[in-house]
């Protein structure tokens, strides 16, 4: 089968390599009608994150199953698929808690889903069918495809935020992640939301998506003007980043005894947010998304209309353009790049 494979950074190539195969009984085989390249695939693109030379990448599968294994009971050939970034069994300690990135008996994809198939383990605890009357709905698919990471991962921002019906929601980060954070803030019913970032074309999206202010800076003049249209600082901060920049920024922007929920994935040098959200007894809460806790209400949601995170996918290429995909967005020409499998 073809895959998207990394050679070094700046460098994906896309190569012939062995079919997945049914290695345990619970596994199954997806053939990949739909993925993504996912801001985080930019880290080790960049060279900033170590990645195993030769590896296929990708984590964001949505397809057909193909083959079944014998234990697995919840899934047929022909299923039309959704999975999070990370495998879980549904039964450990950590699942049962609805932390299935911890699960004691899975963890997250070694094998790639920038490819033409795909084995996933623990099949049963770890994949979400597409009901059958939307499986062929194109349309309904590519506003599915960011519940394999993105939506989710910006839902759990906005849960470990506190994010209620009546507040005010400051959401950092301009990518895929924040976006869906400005989505998932109005989910949840906040009032006002906030959107920080430095790309204009990207804050009219945050717009698209439900901010009702936006602010194009960075820095302490971000926090400046933050402060200001929150007369000191907002309860509920969604840091959506993970550099030390945007954590200082969350830290300074949040009112005392307030909440920052974090899932930028964490690239730090230093640790100088901390002290500054001590004195002013702010509580972090965050860590990589349980995307398979959040599958199934926010797939509901999806099908009944009411929400819509397709807008962060706004370059689509086939198999064979990953290369150009990875291109884009690491020259910030593209928000997030839809990756569909070839008619």
């Known amino acids: 089968m073809k895959a998207a494979v990394y050679h070094g950074e700046g460098d ?11 290695e345990n009984p619970e596994d199954v085989i997806i053939r990949i009608t739909h993925t993504c390249i996912c801001g985080s695939d930019l880290w080790f693109y960049r060279g900033y994150q170590d990645e195993e030379e030769g590896s296929v990448v990708g984590h964001e599968p949505m397809g057909i199953v193909e083959e079944v294994g014998e234990d697995v009971v919840s899934l047929e050939e022909g ?45 049963d605890g770890t994949l979400v069918k597409v009901p059958e009357r939307y499986k062929d709905n194109e349309k309904v698919l590519e506003k599915l495809l960011p519940l394999t990471d993105v939506m989710g991962t910006g839902h759990h921002a906005a849960v470990c935020a506190d994010v209620s019906a009546g507040d005010t929601a400051v959401v950092i980060g301009d990518g895929a992640v924040g976006l869906c954070a400005v989505a998932a803030s109005k989910r949840l019913g906040a009032e006002r939301i906030i959107a920080v970032g430095h790309h204009e074309d990207r804050l009219e999206v945050a717009k698209e998506m439900g901010a009702t202010d936006t602010v194009a800076a960075r820095g302490e003049e971000a926090v400046e003007k933050v402060m200001e249209l929150t007369n000191g600082g907002a309860n509920h901060i ?7 920049s945007s954590l200082e920024q969350a830290a300074q922007m949040a009112r005392p005894g ?19 959200m001590f004195y002013k ?8 998304a349980p995307v398979r806790e959040y599958l199934e209400e926010l797939m509901e949601d999806v099908l009944q209309g009411t929400l819509d995170p397709s807008p962060v996918l706004n370059k689509t290429v086939d198999l064979d353009g990953v290369p150009e995909g990875y291109e884009a967005m ?12 070839s008619e």
């Open 330 to 341: 690491d020259n910030r020409e593209a928000i997030k790049v839809m990756v569909k499998a």
């Open 281 to 288: 007894n702010v509580a972090l809460e965050g860590g990589p």
């Open 79 to 123: 299923d039309r698929v959704i999975s999070p970034f990370s495998m879980s069994c549904g039964e450990c300690e950590f699942c049962r808690k609805g932390i299935h990135t911890a699960c004691k008996n899975a963890g997250f994809f070694e094998s790639g889903a920038q490819a033409e198939k795909m084995r996933i383990e623990h099949a």
């Open 12 to 22: 994906i190539q896309i190569e012939e390599v062995e079919d997945p195969e049914i």
């Open 258 to 276: 307030g909440k920052i929920g974090y899932v930028g994935v964490p690239h730090l040098e230093s640790g100088d947010f901390v002290q500054q």
């Open 238 to 244: 969604l840091e959506c980043v993970g550099n030390d």
